[in-house]
């Protein structure tokens, strides 16, 4: 992939996985190339926390219990040619009595794919992986805010969730519109 983002701009898919302090996990990664020059990346970890709401990066070791800190990557470098594919495995494992619950599994660019101002960029791209170790999930909604459509504006559905659980949750739902006689109308 192309393009020059910050790390959080960058983590382009998520993945949820459950399991047991101690226990190791093998994930296969792929990178396609969809630009017409050779791009070479080395892998690495970050730890991913949540640190008032917001997803926070942190380098592998710097905090007590690192899931990062265990990854071993196989390759450790790769080398994708135009219109090919890279693959790697990662392997790390849950370190007992972590409070961590997230790594991002990163391709670091070390092409330089373009300069603007004097200034050089590469392109990274990474996979967040998300690790639940026990059932303490639990959601507080607040109050919906419905905005009606306008001639300028579509109608907006909006609701803020919260996760007060100490497990982390990819959330999801849905919306649905009923006439005054209770007909589905969307």
Do not use: C, Y
């Amino acid at each position: 992939q192309s393009g020059a983002r910050t790390l959080k701009e960058a983590v382009s898919e998520a993945m949820m996985l459950s399991g047991q302090p101690g226990q190791a996990h093998r994930q296969q990664l792929r990178l396609t190339n969809h630009t017409s020059r050779e791009l070479a990346f080395r892998l690495e970890a970050q730890d991913v926390v949540a640190d008032e709401g917001r997803r926070t990066f942190i380098a592998a070791g710097e905090r007590p219990g690192s899931i990062a800190a265990t990854a071993v990557f196989s390759p450790k470098e790769v080398v994708v040619a135009p219109g090919e594919v890279g693959i790697a495995d990662v392997t790390f494992t849950l370190p007992p009595g972590s409070n961590v619950r997230g790594i991002a599994a990163i391709f670091r660019g070390r092409t330089v794919v373009g300069t603007q101002n004097g200034v050089a960029m590469t392109a990274s791209l990474g996979s967040l992986i998300t690790f639940r170790l026990s059932d303490n999930v639990r959601l507080e909604g607040g109050a919906t805010d419905v905005s009606a459509q306008t001639d300028t504006s579509n109608m907006t559905v909006s609701e803020w969730i919260t996760n007060v659980g100490s497990e982390p949750v990819v959330a999801g739902g849905a919306a649905a519109f009923l006439n005054e006689a209770g007909a589905l109308i969307g």
